[in-house]
């Protein structure tokens, strides 16, 4: 292995480098944009205003681990269709910590869930795609999706983008097949 360790190589980063948000990825820092587009659970919202949010991740390799060390985010809020926004209207920057021990290495990685107590705001980063929650606490239960048309109450959804919605089908690698049964 490099001087990197464990923090080499990434599995979890394929998606999202065949979809075109990993912007750099130098040494121990990897940058990833990341549009945020989507602001609501049912998609009722119009894409043309939303933020962008560059990701910077330092990591640091740990007993055959590759964990974050820190995480910066930069938000550049976007407005193009003129609509009156429910969100900050000037650049803001989220200082994230990582909840739990993540290691990005793991072939069976599932999830990285970032949190700024300040801001109350949350990034999770899944295989395959992304989602940003406000006006959380780091307990705050999350969800991605509706479930049907029913909203659970106690949980609050995730807002993410168009984009990145479809990365599951255009971007990520083929499910295994599952396996028959002899005859």
């Given at each position: 292995?490099?001087?990197?360790?464990?923090?080499?190589?990434?599995?979890?980063?394929?998606?999202?480098?065949?979809?075109g948000?990993?912007?750099?990825?130098?040494?121990g820092?990897?940058?990833?944009?990341?549009?945020?587009?989507?602001?609501?659970?049912?998609?009722?919202?119009?894409?043309c205003?939303?933020?962008?949010?560059?990701?910077?991740?330092?990591?640091?390799a740990?007993?055959?681990?590759?964990?974050?060390?820190?995480?910066?985010?930069?938000?550049?809020?976007?407005?193009?269709?003129?609509?009156?926004m429910?969100?900050?209207?000037?650049?803001?920057t989220?200082?994230?910590?990582?909840?739990?021990?993540?290691?990005l290495a793991?072939?069976?990685?599932?999830?990285l869930?970032?949190?700024?107590?300040a801001?109350?705001?949350?990034l999770?980063?899944?295989?395959?795609?992304?989602?940003?929650?406000?006006?959380?606490?780091?307990?705050?239960?999350?969800?991605?999706?509706?479930?049907?048309?029913?909203?659970?109450?106690?949980?609050?959804?995730?807002?993410?983008?168009?984009?990145?919605?479809?990365?599951?089908?255009?971007?990520?690698?083929?499910?295994?097949?599952?396996?028959?049964?002899?005859?």
């Open positions: 292995m490099t001087e990197l360790g464990a923090c080499s190589e990434l599995p979890f980063l394929r998606v999202y480098e065949r979809a948000a990993l912007k750099q990825r130098d040494g820092a990897i940058v990833l944009d990341l549009p945020v587009n989507v602001h609501s659970a049912d998609c009722g919202a119009p894409d205003w939303g933020h962008e949010m560059e990701l910077t991740l330092r990591l640091g740990k007993q055959g681990r590759c964990e974050v060390v820190a995480a910066i985010g930069s938000a550049r809020p976007f407005n193009e269709c003129g609509v009156t429910d969100g900050p209207t000037s650049p803001w989220n200082t994230f910590s990582a909840l739990g021990a993540a290691d793991a072939p069976n990685f599932a999830r869930h970032l949190h700024d107590a801001r109350n705001e949350a999770v980063l899944l295989p395959s795609e992304y989602f940003f929650y406000v006006h959380v606490t780091a307990t705050t239960p999350l969800k991605h999706e509706l479930e049907g048309e029913q909203v659970a109450p106690g949980f609050t959804y995730g807002y993410s983008s168009s984009a990145a919605q479809l990365w599951k089908t255009q971007f990520a690698p083929p499910s295994p097949k599952p396996e028959q049964a002899p005859r």
